[in-house]
């Protein structure tokens, strides 16, 4: 019986097999890690991307607020509007707008929403991302199809710009932004190491309020 033990344990039959299957489950591993992570680079570039469209977009759409265009005091014409403190926001504005939360801003607009999130196509309040014809300008949603409207944040505020009774209204400073809970895509890592949990950090491009009408 020790003698049986002794050869099987010097026996290397099937060695290179167990080998090889070791070595090509670390491989695949590595491969399809590089394969994710190549992806979850794009969604944060795409991300980054609709951002800058959306605020773009916002600074020459009507307001998803349309108190923002009669924001502000008029008791002193010409004087700025002061620059909004949450200490003190007295005489200043801040309008924050969620997409699809009618209660989330004053007079929220979801027509003017949808031209941020679905460019010049028609207005809708579903997560659909729709084709875009000649000569219409794009959205955040076809930058990076996966946004939901519900991630993207609008926010209209007073920063000093503008003056009181500007006939065109107020001079918001605009920011829009991806809202946190937006998770990274996996493909191969979500199951095999949990990666599905990783959310995509918060986004945001600000750009001062242009006509805020439907100019180019």
Known sequence: MTWRLGRFGRDESGAAMVEATIA??????????????GY??????????????????????P????AV???GPTSSPGDPIPVWNSSNPSGSYRFICIGGDATSCTNYDDTAFSRIFRGDTAPSNDDVCPALTAGQRPGMCHFFPRLRRQDVQVTYVSTGLGYQTRPDGAVPTIIV?????LAFQFFFLSGLLGFNNINIPPMRSTVTGEDLGNGA
Not at 63 to 66: A, D, N, T, Y
Not at 177 to 181: A, L, S, T
């Open 177 to 181: 932004e991806i809202r946190p809970g």
């Open 63 to 66: 307001p998803v607020s349309p």
């Open 69 to 71: 265009t009669t924001a």
């Open 24 to 37: 090509m489950t670390l491989f695949l591993t590595l491969t399809l890690g590089f394969v994710d992570f």
């Open 40 to 61: 979850a680079f794009y969604q944060w570039n795409a991300a980054a991307k609709a951002v800058q469209v959306g605020a773009r977009m916002a600074s020459v759409s």
